[in-house]
């Protein structure tokens, strides 16, 4: 899946104008998080662009996250509604808990985990009332997700986490893999003020060898492997650009030259501490 990242891009003028050209684009998957403080501006930007390409709301995707200051039985529930509210719609195709931890908490602090678990249980009447299509969690590790498979009516469909040639996360992705949870991964083009990721040599050479922007080597990569991605751009070009990734192909051989040059590197953040 390629949906359209939305983190850092705030104003009801630009938000219109990135959907608009996400629209156009051939994008119908939204990812957005009631912490990137957005969620109202896009709400009434697909009121009308839906109307402008004639889509309905079966017809696009939104995701949205659960921040880590609303956590917990109850405050999970109200905030899940409150960006329902802001996004003018009456279900949400997938919701995640956006971090494993809770604001203002030390990592080692085990009262996390029982918040998580409420926000969970909240998120699972939420699905069976039909107000979430589907639900999962965003940056967790693999001992948080045993945690919450032991205590789940509801299995996780999806984690969302950073994940990119600089940084891949064989633990938790192998253990996705091997329960059935769609693995989707944000900062696909590094997400770096010095953007190393789309500098680095391995990847520019494949993309002259293709002739094709460093973005879509990258995205294609993770696509190739069954991984879904959501590259953000405020650029109308590279919008569009991030949407064509379906008509090449990276051989096994181009595919083992990127996977090798893994630093384990974080451009945004590592959950591993938290417990
Ligand atoms: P811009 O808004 O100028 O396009 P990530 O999704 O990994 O967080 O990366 C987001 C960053 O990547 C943004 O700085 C964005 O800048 C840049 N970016 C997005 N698409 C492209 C592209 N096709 N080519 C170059 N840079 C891109």
């Known amino acids: 899946m390629n949906g359209v990242g939305t983190h850092k891009i705030q104003g009801k003028e630009l938000i219109y104008s990135v959907l608009d050209a996400a629209l156009a684009a051939g994008y119908r998957s939204i990812d957005t998080a009631s912490v990137y403080k957005n969620e109202s501006d896009i709400g009434s930007s697909l009121l009308e662009l839906l109307a402008k390409y004639n889509l309905k709301r079966e017809d696009i995707f939104i995701t949205s996250k659960l921040g880590p200051r609303d956590q917990g039985s109850g405050k999970c529930r109200e905030a899940c509604l409150q960006s329902l509210s802001r996004l003018k719609t009456d279900y949400l195709d997938l919701y995640l808990i956006h971090w494993p931890g809770v604001q203002g908490f030390k990592p080692a602090d085990s009262k996390q985990k029982i918040l998580r678990q409420e926000s969970w249980k909240d998120m699972e009447m939420l699905y069976k009332e039909g107000k979430l299509k589907s639900i999962g969690i965003s940056n967790y590790q693999k001992h948080h997700l045993e945690e919450l498979l032991q205590d789940s009516s509801v299995k996780p469909a999806v984690l969302q986490t950073e994940h990119h040639p600089h940084l891949v996360q064989h633990e938790v992705w192998k253990f996705c893999q091997e329960n059935n949870i769609q693995y989707q991964a944000y900062s696909s083009l590094g997400a770096s003020k010095d953007n190393m990721l789309l500098n680095d040599a391995v990847i520019k ?64 953040w590592d959950s591993s501490t938290i417990v």
């Open 205 to 268: 050479e494949i993309g002259k060898k293709h002739q094709r922007p460093v973005a879509q080597i990258l995205l294609r990569w993770a696509i190739q492997q069954g991984i879904g991605v959501l590259p953000k751009s405020t650029n109308m070009q590279h919008i569009s650009e991030n949407a064509d990734i379906f008509s090449f192909e990276l051989d096994d051989e181009e595919m083992k030259m990127i996977s090798q040059i893994d630093s384990q590197h974080h451009y945004c």
